[in-house]
């Protein structure tokens, strides 16, 4: 079955500071999605990788996917407040099944 | 974009009672529709995929008629927690596609079995 590795479990950084968290698949991908979710809430789509090499910016987050499209990691720059929350890492193994999660990495932003 | 909306957002019941919620596809039709279940501080774990009609697939240990999914039309599936129990109580929450776009989710249901 598919399992995916998520680090940090938790990461506390301090506004300004770019952080990164990883992905990482036990088997290739179809494609790797990254979600943020604030707690006891729904969750945000914020990217969607499909090619291995693959790299996709939004404002301030980047996330990329490897060659051998196992692994994925999402970078923050200039960390702000408004980044805190949880952030998981959805695998899709074919293409329309439904998503395996990561258990997620939980961000505090401190001023 | 697509959403996706889920009702209700929080919702209390008594032991023994039945608990419904709603998970609407409000501008695509999705003819396949996901549960997830989340317990705090966990991921999110698949309890069954529901199929415009046809019966939902269930992941193994999930109970079937503990969790009915009811998926009637290409817009609309509902799960409901039949005789809720207090460890029934958590975080449940939709989501649905229409390919080739990405899987989006509903804001969850938190239920509370007291």
């Known amino acids: 079955s598919q399992e995916l590795e998520q680090s940090p479990q938790s990461l506390i950084v301090q506004e300004g500071k770019n952080l990164t968290i990883n992905c990482t698949s036990s088997?290739?991908?179809?494609?790797l999605y990254w979600y943020k979710q604030k707690y006891g809430e729904g969750l945000i789509f914020l990217m969607m990788?499909?090619?291995?090499?693959e790299e996709k910016s939004h404002e301030k987050i980047t996330a990329k996917l490897d060659e051998k499209k196992q692994q994925s990691s999402l970078h923050i720059t200039a960390s702000q407040p408004s980044h805190a929350g949880i952030y998981l890492c959805?695998?899709?193994?074919?293409?329309?099944?439904?998503?395996?999660f990561g258990k997620g990495t939980r961000l505090s932003v401190i001023a | 974009g697509a959403v996706v909306s889920q009702h209700p957002s929080r919702v209390i019941c008594k032991s023994g009672t039945s608990v419904k919620i709603e998970c609407r596809s409000l501008?695509?039709?999705?003819?396949?529709m996901f549960w997830y279940r989340q317990f705090p501080k966990q991921s999110l774990m698949l309890m069954a995929t529901?199929?415009?009609?046809?019966?939902?697939?269930?992941e193994q240990g999930v109970e079937k008629d503990k969790f009915l999914i009811n998926h009637a039309s290409l817009t609309l599936s509902t799960l409901t927690v039949t005789s809720a129990h207090p460890e029934d109580s958590s975080f449940y929450i939709c989501?649905?596609?229409?390919?080739?776009?990405?899987?989006?989710f509903g804001n969850g249901t938190r239920l509370t079995v007291t």
């Open positions: 989501s649905a596609r229409s390919l080739p776009s990405p899987l989006h």
């Open positions: 088997k290739t991908l179809y494609g």
């Open positions: 990788l499909q090619k291995g090499g």
């Open positions: 959805g695998a899709d193994p074919t293409g329309n099944t439904p998503l395996v």
């Open positions: 501008d695509f039709q999705a003819t396949t």
């Open positions: 529901s199929n415009e009609g046809s019966k939902a697939t269930y």
